[in-house]
């Protein structure tokens, strides 16, 4: 083990701990019955946004050695995998069988078991659910050192609902088997409508959903006036081989996921401001005009920003951070106000998304709810903090929630009121982990 200075995606709160680099099982787990106390938590790409991989005094491990893929069952659709196996790479594995993860995030560069501790979702969780949906068992290394296969229905469900959506909280999950689903292409339908304004992007995105098998949209929240809030709604299904042109009728199962640059870590405080904001929002806009049936490839629907590695430091040395939260059918007036109070308030956030939940599922953590979720991205300056707090109490008094994965400056009461199951996912963290080994910077934060 050697010191080092972590930080999430967003690049806020640096702390320091012991990180420990290995691909052995048994390491690992000595590593946890040798916790001192400060604790010790997993971390696999870094990509949260905020604190639930970093643990201040404390020890990391990093589970990216872990990044065997063990079996690909084509005919069940399932995939045994190690659970430091990155979405890129399993997806890149499978691909080849016509097999496809169900559930994507806006990045592949997430590890499998960072996608169940954050119960990850994505722009099909109108008609597949969250990650945990299709996790069929998973391999949870226990504060005791030892290894329990857990089911979703299987004797341990509680402890493996805790697991999901928990933060690494309940152990290190080490291997896992996923159910999949077939595609004859890696390609995408795509069919894009660009909308003037906010109210009618929700109108649009509320009718037909569930016809298409992703759906997302972009706002613009930096034009004022009558355009406040104008959008993109991006919905897509799966191509067929004969949706393909010619060219790509050959090999229809191609990884086209290119990544064109690498953003140097240069940029000075206060880069993103409102003149480069509505910049960047005017080409954003223009850039996607109405068209159906477009054919798409991975990168281009699902990862735009896997393009450009490190794009985090856009932000400059303070950081950003990002404000996600989901509140139920019946509250848009939420997302409305959000939007109308990032713009008179002039925190700047361009890359923002608005999407539809379906139903949620087990997991007492568990972000998605049926409803809405909102995303806006703001670099780290005066004022960003108090606007935060003023829409926490928007969002809670409507019945919604913030999202563990990517917020990093929530209190507990926040996090208390949000998840009214909190208290049953904490007797089963205490039955598995009564001396609290497993910790981090964010479960001390919001007294998890």
Same mark, same amino acid.
């Given at each position: ?30 590593? $946890?019955? %040798? ?6 938590? %997993?971390?696999?790409? !870094?990509?949260?946004? !905020? ?5 201040? !005094?404390?020890? =990391? ?40 993860? *169900? ?27 969250? &990650?945990?949906?299709?996790? #069929? ?17 299987? *004797? ?18 080490? #291997? ?10 890696? @390609? ?30 972009? &706002? ?15 919905? %897509? ?47 954003? @806009?223009?850039?996607? *005009?109405?068209?159906?049936?477009? $054919? ?20 400059? *040395? ?10 139920? &059918? ?17 925190? /700047? ?28 991205? &703001? ?35 926040? /996090? ?20 609290? =080994? ?11």
């Amino acid at each position: 083990m050697k010191p080092e200075k972590l930080t999430g995606w967003g690049r806020t709160a640096p702390t320091s701990a012991q990180v420990l680099h290995t691909a052995d099982v048994r390491e690992i787990a000595a590593a $946890v019955r %040798a916790a001192g106390p400060r604790g010790v938590i %997993a971390r696999g790409l !870094g990509r949260s946004y !905020g604190d639930p991989a970093q643990n201040a !005094g404390g020890v =990391v491990i990093d589970m990216t050695g872990l990044s065997r893929i063990h079996t690909v069952d084509a005919e069940a659709a399932t995939v045994d995998v190690d659970a430091g196996v990155s979405l890129d790479t399993l997806m890149r594995a499978l691909l080849p069988f016509g097999l496809w993860l *169900p559930v994507l995030p806006g990045t592949r560069q997430v590890t499998v078991g960072g996608a169940i501790g954050s119960d990850i979702h994505g722009k099909a969780h109108h008609v597949e659910g969250s &990650f945990g949906n299709h996790v #069929r068992s998973l391999d949870l290394l226990t504060a005791d050192g030892e290894v329990t296969t857990l089911t979703p229905d299987g *004797p341990d469900a509680d402890l493996f609902w805790a697991t999901v959506g928990g933060m690494g909280l309940t152990g290190i999950v080490l #291997r896992a088997t996923l159910a999949l689903n077939h595609v004859e292409t890696a @390609y995408f339908l795509v069919d894009t409508e660009q909308i003037g304004n906010l109210d009618d992007l929700m109108a649009r995105q509320s009718v037909g959903d569930e016809s298409y098998a992703e759906s997302v949209s972009w &706002f613009d929240a930096v034009t004022t006036g009558p355009h406040l809030g104008r959008g993109i709604l991006t919905r %897509a299904n799966h191509a067929r081989v004969e949706d393909l042109p010619a060219r790509s009728r050959g090999n229809p199962l191609r990884f086209e996921a290119p990544q064109l640059l690498t953003v140097p870590d240069v940029f000075p405080p206060g880069m993103l401001n409102k003149l480069t904001g509505r910049i960047f929002s005017e080409l954003w @806009y223009r850039k996607s *005009p109405t068209r159906a049936g477009a $054919v798409q490839n991975i990168t281009q629907f699902l990862h735009p920003l896997d393009i450009v590695g490190e794009w985090n430091r856009g932000y400059g *040395p303070h950081g950003f951070l990002q404000y996600q939260f989901a509140v139920p &059918f019946g509250a848009e007036d939420v997302i409305r106000h959000t939007v109308h109070r990032a713009v008179e308030t002039g925190q /700047v956030s361009v890359l923002n998304v608005l999407k539809r939940f379906g139903p949620g599922n087990r997991a007492p953590l568990s972000f998605p709810m049926p409803g809405w979720t909102l995303c806006l991205d &703001f670099p780290v300056r005066k004022g960003v903090h108090e606007l935060c707090e003023e829409l926490d109490e928007l969002v809670l008094r409507a019945g919604g929630r913030h999202y563990l994965a990517k917020e990093s400056r929530a209190t507990p009461s926040v /996090v208390e009121r949000g998840y009214p199951r909190l208290d049953e996912w904490r007797k089963v963290r205490a039955s598995v982990d009564p001396q609290g =080994v497993f910790a981090s910077d964010m479960s001390r934060r919001l007294s998890l």
